[in-house]
């Protein structure tokens, strides 16, 4: 009798510990709890920090007004917001173990990262070029035969360029930075012949450099990125609360004033403007917002 009452009680308690793991975002949220925003280190200008090490970003914007969805969804008005600093190598994990509930960066959406993690409607797209020295006599990736070409590591660019690498039988060297900062910074010190990223990333980098007429970006796409916040996979009220609000804030053109102020407007920290209008390919997809992209 003693071991069964011993059992019946350890089943449930077991039971209890996964009902209290399974509660999603907005369930611990309604209880007290507070959202946790996942954002980069220098991701301009979708996630960075600013003079001030505070977060700041069009992503960054974006999360907020997804916090203010949550907030009126649960009726929890003084709902805290934690922010978490992600890399590239880790920002995946960090949401599929539930350390973070949304990533506010410049994450690309795509089949194998959707096996683990899930994503809502795409804010931005754009595909991988290259960034190099104004002097450099580089304009396509054949050009970097038998040189050094780096990319931020964990990024679909950085895959991309050791695909071509492999299948183009270039010999260059890949290298890889622990994240953009690092990257552009081997470019200027001539440790890398040229920088992989996504253009609108290696545009925002160079502009805040103290010598930004020293690098410019080259090259045919590589890849195409549709960037979109990441989320669980297995919160799917949560999913559906954030692809309402993103659908939202497009078709209402809410966003606009906010891809204004990142992509067309001076922005931290050296008050330079990308002047990057909103690309004929986003502007089709967001004629239909959805979260489904087909890659």
């Known amino acids: 009798m003693q071991a069964a009452f011993l059992l019946a009680c350890a089943l449930g308690a077991a039971g209890w510990s996964s009902a209290s793991q399974a509660s999603g975002v907005l369930d611990r949220v309604a209880a007290g709890g507070k959202l946790v925003i996942a954002h980069r280190e220098s991701s301009i200008p979708f996630s960075y920090m600013d003079a001030d090490k505070k977060p700041v970003g069009y992503a960054v914007d974006l999360c907020l007004k997804l916090a203010d969805a949550v907030r009126k969804k649960t009726g929890v008005k003084n709902m805290a917001v934690e922010f978490v600093q992600v890399s590239p190598a ?37 595909g991988a070029r290259m960034l190099v020295r104004t002097s450099a006599r580089v304009d396509r990736i054949e ?13 679909t660019p950085l895959k991309a360029a050791e695909q071509a690498n492999r299948e183009r039988l270039l010999g260059i060297t890949i290298l890889e930075a622990p994240d953009h900062a690092k990257a552009i910074e081997m470019v200027e010190k001539g440790e890398a012949d040229a920088f992989v990223m996504d253009d609108v990333l290696l545009y925002g980098l160079a502009a805040n450099r103290p010598k930004p007429d020293a690098l410019k970006v080259v090259g045919k796409f590589l890849t195409t990125e549709p960037l979109a916040i990441m989320l669980s996979k297995n919160d799917p009220e949560f999913k559906k609360l954030v692809d309402e609000e993103m659908r939202r804030l497009i078709v209402s053109k809410e966003i606009q004033p906010v891809y204004d102020k990142w992509f067309l407007k ?30």
């Open 266 to 295: 001076p922005i931290p920290p050296n008050d330079k403007a990308l002047n990057l209008p909103v690309s004929y390919l986003l502007r089709d997809f967001w004629k239909y917002p959805s979260d489904f992209v087909p890659f």
């Open 90 to 126: 880790n920002r995946i994990a960090m949401v599929a173990e539930g350390k973070a509930d949304l990533e506010c960066g410049s994450t690309t959406n795509n089949a194998e990262r959707r096996e683990k993690v899930a994503f809502t409607v795409p804010h931005f797209i754009t």
């Open 143 to 155: 050009d970097l035969e038998g040189k050094k070409l780096v990319s931020t590591k964990g990024t």
